[in-house]
């Protein structure tokens, strides 16, 4: 079962002495978070954003009803999450907490290599970390390897390369 509520940052600093704080995004991109209107802390109680902008790599937000550094102060370490309802998803686009956990199926070698570990931001585009076992295997996230990530049906399809396999290196 699907997440309603996704981990999208963590305050780590406040800014100022009005009460803003500073988070550093888990998402795509600073300027996805600072779209939101209303953010969710753990328990699901909501955090109304009234103005976010990004500035080096980070988002400031204002947040209602935190009007001083030291209410600020409180806040530093907390993990944000928003609602997947909030959010409308282009075409093939997926959140990566759902792919987490897939078991994902090598073309190549006719059998499935492990699991989705994570997604991460590589220099030239997004890597699958594949879990398996005490292997772990990364596969670019390009078309000529990565063939579909099949949500409805909960599997990861690859095609990958000789000696791309952490075992055949």
Not at 5 to 19: A, D, F, Q, S
Request: proline share 4%; net charge negative; hydrophobic share 40%.
């Amino acid at each position: 079962m699907k997440k309603q509520y996704l981990e999208i940052g963590k305050i780590v600093n406040t800014h100022g002495v009005r009460g803003d704080i500073k988070v550093h995004p888990w998402c795509d991109s600073p300027d996805f978070l600072a779209e939101f209107e209303t953010l969710y802390r753990e328990d699901h109680s909501p955090l109304h954003i009234l103005s976010a902008k990004v500035h080096k790599g980070c988002v400031l937000m204002h947040v209602e009803g935190v009007d001083t550094i030291e209410q600020a102060q409180q806040m530093r370490g907390l993990t944000l999450y928003m609602n997947r309802d909030d959010v409308e998803l282009a075409e093939g686009a997926f959140f990566i907490q759902d792919a987490i956990g897939l078991p994902v199926y090598d073309e190549r070698v006719g059998r499935n290599i492990g699991v989705v570990k994570d997604i991460v931001d590589g220099p030239a585009g997004d890597l699958y970390l594949v879990q398996e076992g005490s292997k772990q295997h990364m596969i670019p996230g390009i078309p000529q390897f990565l063939r579909s990530v099949d949500l409805e049906n909960g599997l990861v399809t690859v095609c990958t390369i000789e000696g791309l396999l952490s075992d055949e290196i």
